[in-house]
């Protein structure tokens, strides 16, 4: 009885060790991954067009409401939006 808790014993002790090389190995491989994205063509092309400034011209007039006080606010608001060129475009899945 002894040689058989033994064995068990001797095959059980490399699970830990297995199970420690498999989790390296998959965090190597997601951080393989994670450098290549951040090294990679697309970070060029995003890094060429990461801001721009579009002028919109204010097109209506003001609301009022039965006091005459305007009910929306005429400042500056700063937005931020996707757009999309050719170069772009063949990039998103």
Known sequence: ???K???RKTALA???VAL???FCMLLTSVLTRLAYLQTGGRA???AGSAQRKVAVDV???YIY???LRP???GTVKNVAAVLLNDTTRALVP
Request: no cysteine; glycine share 8%.
């Open 71 to 73: 009910l929306v606010n």
């Open 5 to 7: 808790r033994k064995k």
């Open 1 to 3: 009885m002894n040689k």
């Open 14 to 16: 490399g699970r830990p």
């Open 44 to 46: 060029a092309v995003a």
């Open 59 to 61: 097109s209506r007039g």
């Open 20 to 22: 420690f090389a498999a």
């Open 65 to 67: 409401d039965r006091n």
